[in-house]
Structures are given as C-alpha cells and as structure tokens.
C-alpha cells in the first residue's frame, strides 16, 4: 500500500514553454503532499507544502508564481513550472501523507525535466 | 535550528562486508526518525523509520537502525552487504511540524 505515482516520469521542454507534473496517492487519500526538488548529487529541497483545497505553502525562495502548485483533490497534486528556462532543470520529487502521522511521507518516482 | 547532519558524503565497504552510516540531529525533543535509499534516477523508498519503543529498529533489505538519544544518533546499519545496496542514503527527521533531509551518504560497494 501507499503508493505515489508521478508523470511523466521525464520530459523535455523548450525554453519559455510551461510544464506540468502530476503527483497521485494510488491507494489512499493525501491531504497533504509536499514537492521537492533535487540537483545532481545532492540532497531533496523542500520547494512547497501542497493541502487539499487550499493554497500552497511555499519555501523562502521559491517563486510561486513560477511553481505553480494545485491540489485538487485528496489524490492529486500538481506543480506547473511556467516559462521554463533551463536552470528549471532539475529532478522534481513529490511525497504524500498517508494518515495521522505527517511526518510518515511517501515519496514519488520523480520526474526528471530538461529545459532546453 | 533543527539540522541533520550526515558526516560521511561517500563510503566504499566490499561486498559482503558490514556497513554503518552515521546520522546525527539537532533537536530539543526526541523527533520522529527516518532512512530512505535512492537509487540513480529514482525516488526515495523508506527503509526503516523510528517513532518510539524500542531503540532498534527492523527495516527492509536486512537493515537496522538505532536510535541513541544521548548521542543524538540513529544510525543505519547491515551486517553485510549486497552490491544491490549501491545507492545514495539519505537520514531524515520530523520535527515540530517540519521534515528535514540529511545530505546523503553515496554507497559504492565494490566486489
């Protein structure tokens, strides 16, 4: 159980062009999801907090108007990169919270974007 | 501020052999703790996690962890180790609403 599923899993844009990603609980409700982003050989940068029906809290330093970020619903969340340039390239990993706990997350596959 | 911190960036063990990576954090209360391995190219899968109870804690793929609270530890070990485990390990914490990612430890096993 517990399982989250992104897509795609990578893509590649042009520079200017918007990008969507999508983030989904496949067997259980998230009220919670959280996106992060990962550079080569580096650690997981948390980006934005993402709740069921309400705006995105975002991390100092993240461009919210450039991530976008929608949860619509309690299995799927979303992040748009708008006019991506390529230092937008990057891994992008989501998670989703399973339960009472918040801190037990479940991790994506992560989608690997290149802008070009 | 919370921190965790994972002294060793890279370690080469030889396979068969056993492994301990090393994980300490900064916290004021005792956080909700957590080992995640990622593959190149891949998403994180949790190995083990420790929320409270018993200090050793049982994961998948034959590893363990234990927590320390006067050290401030939980470190990741295996008694020995399969070339399959190559990977980047990454400790993580739960703190106060927040969640915070060491940054990493990449295993080589080399035969």
């Known amino acids: 159980g517990a399982v989250v599923s992104q897509h795609p899993s990578w893509v590649i844009c042009k520079s200017g062009t918007s990008v969507k990603i999508e983030c989904r609980s496949l067997?259980?409700?998230?009220?919670?999801m959280f996106w992060y982003r990962q550079f080569p050989k580096q650690s997981l940068m948390l980006m934005a907090t993402?709740?069921?029906?309400?705006?995105?809290?975002?991390e100092q330093g993240v461009e919210k108007d450039k991530f976008l970020i929608n949860h619509a619903s309690l299995t799927l969340s979303t992040l748009t990169v708008t006019s991506a340039h390529p230092e937008d390239s990057s891994f992008y990993i989501c998670?989703?919270?399973?339960?009472?706990?918040?801190?037990?997350?479940?991790f994506g596959p992560g989608t690997r974007l290149t802008v070009t | 501020a919370q921190s965790v911190t994972q002294p060793d960036i890279h370690i080469t063990v030889s396979e068969g052999a056993s492994l301990e990576l090393r994980c300490n954090y900064s916290?004021?209360?005792?956080?909700?703790l957590f080992w995640y391995v990622q593959s190149p190219g891949q998403g994180l899968q949790l190995l083990l996690k420790?929320?409270?109870?018993?200090?050793l804690v049982q994961g998948i793929k034959g590893f363990e962890a234990e927590f320390k609270r006067s050290q401030s530890s939980f470190n990741l070990r295996k008694p020995s180790v399969h070339w399959s485990d190559a990977a980047e390990y990454f400790c993580?914490?739960?703190?106060?609403?927040?969640?915070?990612f060491g940054t990493g430890t990449s295993l080589t096993v080399i035969p």
């Open positions: 420790y929320f409270s109870g018993d200090t």
């Open positions: 067997d259980f409700q998230a009220t919670t």
């Open positions: 993402s709740n069921e029906g309400s705006k995105a809290t975002y």
């Open positions: 993580a914490v739960g703190a106060g609403n927040q969640f915070y």
């Open positions: 916290y004021g209360a005792t956080p909700y």
């Open positions: 998670s989703a919270v399973s339960g009472d706990i918040s801190y037990e997350q479940y």
